[in-house]
């Protein structure tokens, strides 16, 4: 079992940073990969980064190369998201979701995800 819980979302102004967190449990954090998704009303939830277990591959969404960044610290089983340059089209909630296979696959669907936090608001005013 793994519970997710995200933290740092807020209120910012377009072209300002925000560092998400994602605080994770259990002793095999370091064999998940761990994803953001965030989701805005009325759409589908959609990927925003990837990272795998050991840290040394992430994924980015092409809306977000270039200003937001993933990492992970393992000893701490957390995740985080910089987010710089942010524009009000990033206003969501945002996800960090864990898929317990061990294949490093960033183009998997949401809905293949097994361990989803409640999410973070993140909103961007122009």
């Known amino acids: 079992q793994v519970q997710l819980v995200e933290s740092g979302g807020g209120l910012v102004q377009a072209g300002g940073s925000l560092r998400l967190s994602c605080a994770a449990s259990?002793?095999?954090?370091?064999?998940?990969?761990i994803s953001w998704f965030r989701q805005a009303p009325g759409v589908e939830r959609d990927f925003v980064a990837a990272?795998?277990?050991?840290?040394?591959?992430?994924a980015y969404a092409d809306s977000v190369k270039g200003r937001f960044t993933i990492s992970r610290d393992n000893a701490k089983t957390s995740v985080y998201l910089q987010m710089n340059s942010l524009k009000p089209e990033d206003t969501a909630v945002y996800y960090c979701?864990?898929?317990?296979?061990?294949?490093?696959?960033?183009?998997?669907?949401?809905?293949?995800?097994?361990?989803w936090g409640q999410g973070t608001q993140v909103t961007v005013s122009s």
């Open positions: 990272i795998s277990y050991s840290g040394r591959s992430t």
């Open positions: 979701a864990v898929s317990v296979s061990r294949v490093w696959n960033p183009s998997r669907p949401a809905e293949s995800y097994d361990y």
């Open positions: 259990g002793r095999t954090f370091s064999s998940y990969s």
